[in-house]
């Protein structure tokens, strides 16, 4: 009888996971048929190509890239080969060989799911730039471009990046653009938080990840999050020991700003103050924040943009979150 029964909850379960497999192909069938065709323009190739006499030209084209404040010969000396920081740039770019194709596709991809999810979304042309290796800002999604900072993805061991933190460094790969394109654009549909507790900054960073993966399903998750991939497997491994550490030491509804910076804020590991935190990543309550969330819309018949709106307390409390292990 117990062999039956065991079977029978076999059976029932492949079935379910083969109606989940399929409904999500169907989705993504429907969603890689939106039209759209959006212009990647490669600014930083036009202006290595340029000299001074096209300057004129290039900043009425591109007036976002040249600050009235900054003066011309600012420019012309990148223009002319006389900026050796920028000729630098320049040169391990074009070494890159970027397949710039793949990198409009790819992202042509997030913005399609993110007009799936939000009709009123509009897409808008990708250009790229040299940002001197703004790793800070590798995505600027603005009313009528999306920036990418091209020379923040040539790989985390380039020599450029010597000088930048180890755990800041892990993720300036090119497989990490689509995620990080796809959590530029979750940040415009929610609204930061300015509740202090951890939980509300916990489930605010969970919504954001939640729309992350919505928006770029073929991601990994250490891309969304920003680990590696050794640490991104820690943080699941051990989601029920951090949340009980949460619990007992009753931290979820303190207002400690040091909260943040040991469970939230990007960091070479989290801080339990335990023997084992140079294993974790840093901010894992964003992790445990979007675990929240997905439990919540897992649970609950809601729709993303109700859930946007929601407070943390009210998801959490409705999430019937439970830690994977």
């Known amino acids: 009888m117990k062999v039956k029964i065991f079977r029978m909850f076999i059976v029932l379960a492949f079935a379910k996971a083969l109606l989940s497999c399929n409904t999500e192909s169907q989705l993504e069938s429907e969603i890689k048929a939106i039209p759209l065709d959006v212009e990647l323009i490669k600014f ?74 939000f009709p009123d979304f509009e897409p808008t042309s990708i250009v790229t730039v040299l940002s001197e290796v703004n790793y ?8 009528d471009q999306l920036i990418i900072s091209i020379d923040t993805y040539l790989g985390q061991d380039h020599e ?39 939980l509300s900054n916990m489930i605010y960073h969970g919504k954001l990840h939640y ?65 084992v935190d140079q294993e974790t990543p840093g901010g894992v309550g964003r992790y445990i924040g979007y675990r929240m969330v997905k439990s919540f819309m897992e649970n609950n018949e809601v729709d993303i943009e109700t859930m946007i709106q929601l407070n943390a307390e009210d998801i959490f409390e409705r999430s019937k979150y439970k830690p994977l292990q």
Do not use: C
């Open 44 to 117: 930083h190739e036009e202006f290595s190509n340029s000299n001074s006499e096209d300057l004129p030209k290039l900043k009425a084209a591109f007036p976002l890239f040249f600050p009235e404040k900054t003066p011309d010969s600012i420019w012309n000396s990148k223009l002319n080969g006389q900026d050796t920081i920028y000729n630098v740039l320049d040169k391990a770019v074009k070494e890159a060989k970027f397949d710039y194709d793949q990198i409009e596709e790819e992202v042509e991809d997030v913005m399609r799911h993110v007009v799936y999810y």
């Open 160 to 198: 450029l990046y010597l000088g930048i933190n180890k755990y800041q460094r892990e993720n300036l790969n090119r497989e990490q653009l689509p995620a990080d394109v796809a959590l530029a654009y979750s940040r415009l549909f929610v609204n930061p938080t300015f509740d202090r507790s951890l």
């Open 211 to 275: 729309l992350q993966e919505l928006f770029a399903p073929h991601t990994t998750g250490d891309q969304r999050f920003n680990y590696t991939p050794v640490k991104y497997k820690f943080t699941v491994e051990n989601e029920s020991q951090m949340w009980r550490y949460f619990i007992d030491n009753e931290l979820i509804y303190k207002t400690d700003s040091k909260l943040l910076s040991r469970f939230i804020l990007p960091a070479p590991f989290s801080k339990f103050y335990l023997e």
């Open 136 to 143: 800070r800002q590798k995505v600027i999604p603005l009313e």
